[in-house]
């Protein structure tokens, strides 16, 4: 892992844009490009409920080994897939494809995972003096296959999917313009019961509000409204690395420089008014000190001379005679 976080960022820069745009058009960008489709009345001229086989390979749990000359699940699924249908099997059991429930090769698997045991220990210290613990956990690293198969043994399942075809008029009227036509495809998966239900909503000569594309009438929607899971994943993988990467790199390159540029210049300043502040009072020098000294001697001596005249009837002070007192004695 980087040190340096600037390096880190400006790695993962391409990485989180590129998986944000990914998302993005891959998954909002169509629905918000739908919300703007505009409305109109579509009339249900035909309606089908399809069924086809949607296979899968199943396999056992453990290191089993399929026989010698099993054909390959791979190539059972596509054959049951493209060949079969479950409505003709319905029908005619002998048309139901004899690949199901059969072994075949699933290839190569990884049995168990053989894991080293690393420790790890984190030391945290709080109060004053200073208290300090030590926590340590282990946890599984450098795992490793240590079993596996070339040829692991599995069986073809194939449950049947569902999905719905109707074909819509729209767009007819006066104020309208032409009317056009165009199929409307929805795919249920395995859940029968929601198809069969979206089919008995939409039956045949009924009508309904639609949306269509514009530059594409052939496309229709019943339902131009986001889809909740879609906007979960742009936001948790697309918006949130994102912005978190360009959260870093606008604190390192801004907002840190920002930081200490403001400390430098407040530094500076009171640097500047420490110089002003020793400058002015070694300029005052010893000639002010003792200007300041002899205000203060004067300032007691005139005191004294008051004190002459105010404390004349003292015990520790000699009054001042006038000229009739020392005519007297």
Not at 33 to 48: D, E, F, M
Not at 59 to 74: E, F, K, N, Q, R
Not at 109 to 132: A, F, M, Q, W
Not at 294 to 303: N, P, T
Request: glycine share 6%; net charge positive.
């Amino acid at each position: 892992m980087m040190q340096n976080p600037l390096k880190w960022s400006l790695f993962a820069l391409p990485a989180s844009l590129g998986l944000f745009f990914g998302l993005f058009f891959g998954l909002s960008y169509p629905e918000i490009v739908r919300k703007g489709w505009p409305l109109t009345t579509c009339h249900v001229l035909s309606s089908k409920l399809d069924s086809r086989y949607c296979c899968e390979k199943v396999c056992t749990a453990g290191c089993s080994v399929v026989t010698i000359g099993a054909p390959l699940c791979s190539s059972q699924i596509s054959l049951v897939n493209n060949a079969f249908s479950p409505s003709r099997c319905a029908s005619d059991r002998s048309t139901c494809p004899p690949q199901i429930g059969q072994v075949c090769d699933g290839g190569f698997h990884c049995c168990s995972n053989c894991c080293d045991t690393c420790r790890s220990c984190k030391i945290k210290c709080t109060g004053h003096p200073l208290v300090c613990t030590q926590s340590c956990s282990s946890s599984p690293c450098r795992c490793r296959c240590c079993s596996s198969t070339p040829q692991q043994s599995c069986t073809v399942s194939c449950p049947s999917c569902y999905s719905v075809d109707l074909t819509l008029r729209f767009g007819s009227g006066p104020t309208r313009g032409k009317a056009r036509s165009a199929i409307y495809h929805q795919d249920f998966g395995k859940d029968e019961v929601s198809s069969k239900q979206f089919l008995d909503s939409h039956p045949i000569s009924s009508s309904s509000r639609c949306f269509y594309n514009p530059k594409n009438p052939s496309q229709v929607s019943f339902d131009v409204s986001f889809t909740p899971w879609k906007w979960a994943v742009v936001s948790i993988f697309g918006i949130v690395p994102l912005f978190l990467n360009l959260a870093v790199l606008v604190t390192i390159l801004g907002v840190i420089p920002a930081y200490r540029a403001i400390n430098a210049k407040l530094a500076e300043r009171r640097q500047r008014d420490v110089s002003e502040t020793a400058f002015l009072v070694s300029n005052q020098g010893p000639q002010e000190v003792n200007d300041i000294s002899s205000k203060e001697m004067a300032v007691d001596l005139e005191g004294t001379h008051d004190k002459g005249y105010s404390n004349a009837d003292s015990d520790d002070e000699v009054p001042l005679l006038d000229a009739k007192g020392v005519h007297k004695f």
